[in-house]
């Protein structure tokens, strides 16, 4: 006759074997963590993803998809143009780079036209552009290329398309930019310096310029578009700034 605490002790047993045959997954949520790191360690409340699922198998929490890295299309919001295309001195909360192109490639096709907009989390939008607004360059073409951009080129951007225009003999890029981007850095007047040598036209968008950009890339032609008060007096502003840079 087997006594309680003689069944209580199986009892324990057979629990501790099928714990050591069937352990908890912890070990599968902790892959997709920093090595040694477990959500109670990270501050972080269990997530119900990351718990054993009904037929016994782990399940792995999902991760997180980055932000888009490069946005492209054919017309801006209204309010997104007139937020990130303002030439303000400080550019508070305008992280973000927004490049209208314009591409004559000489031929019966018409004006390529349209915009990209990066999240500073991949490729910038510059670069992007000749990677998937031109893939395929044709050495018998002639490009003109025109950017209306929200700020100009960082150092890194400047370095590569000044390669480009190197390397594409028959490239030509004007690049009209309603911002300098952080032109008081040693780095970037180098890489604006860079820029111009290799041919590329820069300059800043005039009062004319907002408004061309306004009616050929922003959604809804019918809305009628005004200047903000100082936009001129920043052009000017600018425009020194840039001159003093490349002179």
């Known amino acids: 006759v087997v006594s309680m605490a003689d069944k209580s002790r199986l009892a324990m047993r057979r629990k501790e074997k099928e714990k050591k045959e069937d352990p908890e997954p912890v070990k599968n949520v902790k892959e997709v963590k920093e090595e040694g790191e477990t ?7 269990p ?4 718990e054993a699922a009904e037929n016994g198998e782990p399940q792995v929490e999902p991760m997180e998809l980055p932000p888009f890295e490069i946005i492209t299309g054919d017309r801006i919001d ?23 192109y314009l591409v004559d490639r000489g031929s019966a096709e018409g004006l390529l036209r349209g915009y990209l907009e990066d999240e500073h989390a991949g490729s910038h939008a510059e670069e992007a552009f000749f990677t998937q607004c031109l893939p395929d360059y044709d050495p018998a ?29 028959s490239v030509k890029l004007s690049i009209f930019a309603a911002r300098l ?15 111009h040598a290799a041919g590329c036209k820069l300059r800043m ?7 061309y950009t306004w009616d050929t890339f922003v959604e809804g032609d019918e809305q009628a ?7 001129k007096d920043n052009y000017e502003y600018y425009q020194d700034k840039l001159a003093d840079i490349l002179q």
């Open 225 to 231: 578009f005004n200047l903000w008060e100082d936009c």
């Open 47 to 50: 997530q119900e993803n990351g």
């Open 181 to 195: 981007f952080e032109w008081e850095e040693p780095e970037i007047q180098a890489g604006l310096k860079t820029l």
């Open 141 to 169: 073409v002639k490009y003109t290329i025109t950017w209306y951009m929200s700020s100009s080129p960082c150092a890194a951007c400047a370095a590569k398309i000044a390669e480009v225009l190197k390397t594409r003999k």
């Open 205 to 211: 968008m005039k009062p004319l310029d907002f408004s």
């Open 78 to 100: 209204p309010f997104v143009f007139k937020f990130q295309f303002k030439n303000v001195e400080y550019s508070s909360g305008r992280n973000k780079t927004f490049l209208c």
């Open 39 to 45: 959500p109670a360690e990270n501050g972080e409340a």
